[in-house]
Nanobody, 124 residues
Framework: QVQLVESGGGLVQAGGSLRLSCAAS????????MGWFRQAPGKEREFVSA????????YYADSVKGRFTIARDHAKNTVYLQMDSLKPEDTAIYYC?????????????????WGQGTQVTVSS
């Protein structure tokens, strides 16, 4: 089992920044890829960003490329999502997820464990 706890959401004006954190526990942190998803009201869940087990390989959705940065800290068992130049359309609940994988390069869905989510609201 893997437990994931997100933090760092909040209300920010357009153009501002937030950093989301996701603390993981329950298994060896380096044994799973980590991802961030988001879901806005009335919309499907979107795969936003991911990072592989080593932290070398990353993925960004086109909607956030160049504005968001994912990183992981193995010493702290934590993954971060730095969100800059935020737009009102980034408003959503953001979920952290973990994928247990034997492949060091994998980070694509499906994911196995999920956090409870953190609300991000960007005002115009």
């Amino acid at each position: 089992q893997v437990q994931l706890v997100e933090s760092g959401g909040g209300l920010v004006q357009a153009g501002g920044s937030l950093r989301l954190s996701c603390a993981a526990s329950g298994r060896t942190f380096s044994s799973y890829a980590m991802g961030w998803f988001r879901q806005a009201p009335g919309k499907e869940r979107e795969f936003v960003s991911a990072i592989n087990r080593s932290g070398v390989g990353t993925y960004y959705a086109d909607s956030v490329k160049g504005r968001f940065t994912i990183a992981r800290d193995h010493a702290k068992n934590t993954v971060y999502l730095q969100m800059d130049s935020l737009k009102p359309e980034d408003t959503a609940i953001y979920y952290c997820a973990a994928r247990v994988t034997s492949s060091s390069g994998s980070y694509l869905p499906p994911y196995d464990y999920w956090g409870q989510g953190t609300q991000v609201t960007v005002s115009s």
